[in-house]
């Protein structure tokens, strides 16, 4: 009789049902958001920080290059000794003191600048002083040698080189970034699943294992079915905590507007109206329109159709192998010389969608590792936006549920043997010993 149906029911009541799922089913959102709201609060505070800076400029040359911003007021000092300069500041409660040594030539003056301040000035501060005094000096060096800004800046050309196929598909940069955008979180939603999900199997199973319900199960469901029924349940319970995320996200969004009477409508046309004029004023016009025309132009069908292929058998192949650690340890310390092995290849799939695909979707090693099953879920995900022939996603989809069909067949061997052992490690020589029974 298949049982699988029944089981898979019980495993996904009994995860949903779950006090600490629930939990956090609908704690985590709100963490989140509150999290988010407190560092953009705290960030805030940080940026409306108002600060004066007192200069003493004793060449005369960098005060014009400071001008007074929102948080930020430079107070222009003249007559003073260096000692008295600081003794001033130190009176007013000033953030610090920008003393500029007198030289004899501009070549000299970035030798001899010094920042005095009660505390430690942040990175921030000295990097912006330190860009002023650049462009300052920069200025006077060419204003020197006879050339002025205005004749800088009409030099300057802008080159926007046009792509194209040999097929005369057209293309452009704003291509490769959409592209990447997709196959990254694609890739990198899958590493999570794995990740968070597969663990949640395995610590299933040796829960079972360890309170002894597993003997009962079994003598009436087979191990495979057991296993497959454990990996789909759980696999179900977390689609449905992912979905009440996403609307509970929704929601709050909704409640913290209301609560605070933000009025979300009229922010973001705000927003979209200053939008707007920056981009007429800085001419990205073109590059918008790029980014549209590339995402008008990715192959959606076959990124929804490929994503949900290759998330579903990387997501069930490498459960399958979580569930054989499972079945044969005791307790989750002893899983530890057992993961390494099944981490290693999704960490090596992520770096090589990181570093490699990006630079060249079609070279030799994004295509090989793009077919090796252990890695294929990520980087084939991370390859397909930037056309892949449909030949090599269905090799590559034959070789990750074959080899899924394997490590069932695998992990089912390791699961009727290793659900009744207890009170003993394994080794890689007894699971191997397993295979044979």
Do not use: C
Request: avoid cysteine; aromatic fraction near 12%.
């Amino acid at each position: 009789m298949n049982h699988l149906p029944l089981i898979i029911k019980r495993e996904y009541l009994t995860k949903v049902k779950n006090k600490s799922f629930i939990i956090m089913t609908f704690l985590s959102p709100v963490i989140m958001i509150a999290l988010i709201a407190v560092v953009a609060y705290l960030s805030q505070l940080n940026n409306d920080k108002k600060r004066t800076i007192s200069i003493l400029d004793e060449t005369g040359y960098i005060t014009e290059g400071f001008k007074n911003t929102e948080n930020t007021t430079y107070s222009q000092l003249t007559g003073l000794s260096l000692d008295d300069a600081i003794t001033l500041v130190k009176e007013s409660d000033g953030y610090g003191l920008l003393y500029i040594t007198g030289a004899d030539s501009i070549n000299d003056i970035s030798n001899e600048i010094k920042f005095y301040s009660e505390e430690t000035p942040s990175f921030s501060v000295i990097s912006n002083l330190e860009s002023k005094i650049e462009n300052r000096l920069r200025e006077l060096k060419l204003q020197k040698d006879g050339v002025t800004m205005a004749q800088i800046e009409a030099s300057n050309t802008k080159v926007d080189i046009a792509q194209e196929s040999f097929d005369g598909q057209k293309s452009s940069k704003a291509d490769n970034i959409v592209k990447l955008a997709f196959g990254g979180a694609a890739g990198y939603l899958l590493f999570m699943f794995i990740i968070i999900y597969g663990n949640m199997i395995m610590r299933s199973i040796i829960e079972e294992k360890t309170s002894r319900i597993i003997e009962v199960i079994i003598s009436s469901v087979k191990p495979i079915q057991l296993m497959m029924g454990k990996i789909i349940g759980t696999s179900l319970a977390g689609v449905t905590q992912f979905a009440i995320w996403a609307i509970l996200g929704v929601v709050l969004m909704a409640v913290v507007g209301f609560i605070f009477n933000i009025d979300v409508t009229a922010l973001l046309a705000q927003r979209q109206e200053v939008l707007l004029q920056s981009i007429e004023s800085s001419g990205l016009e073109k590059n918008i329109g790029d980014f549209f025309i590339a995402f008008q132009s990715l192959p959606l069908a076959n990124l929804v159709f490929a994503f949900l292929l290759f998330f579903i058998s990387g997501y069930l192949l490498y459960s399958s192998l979580y569930a054989a650690i499972g079945a044969a340890v005791d307790n989750e310390t002893d899983t530890q010389q057992f993961m390494l092995p099944i981490l290693m290849p999704l960490i090596l799939a992520v770096y090589v969608g990181v570093f490699t695909v990006i630079e060249d979707p079609h070279g030799t090693v994004s295509t090989v590792f793009s077919f090796i099953p252990l890695t294929s879920p990520v980087v084939m995900l991370m390859r397909i936006p930037f056309g892949v022939p449909l030949w090599q996603q269905g090799l590559s989809l034959l070789l990750l549920i074959g080899t899924f069909i394997f490590a069932v067949w695998f992990a089912a061997k390791i699961y009727r043997v290793g659900i009744l052992m207890y009170g003993k490690k394994p080794t890689y020589k007894e699971l191997f010993k397993w295979l044979k029974y």
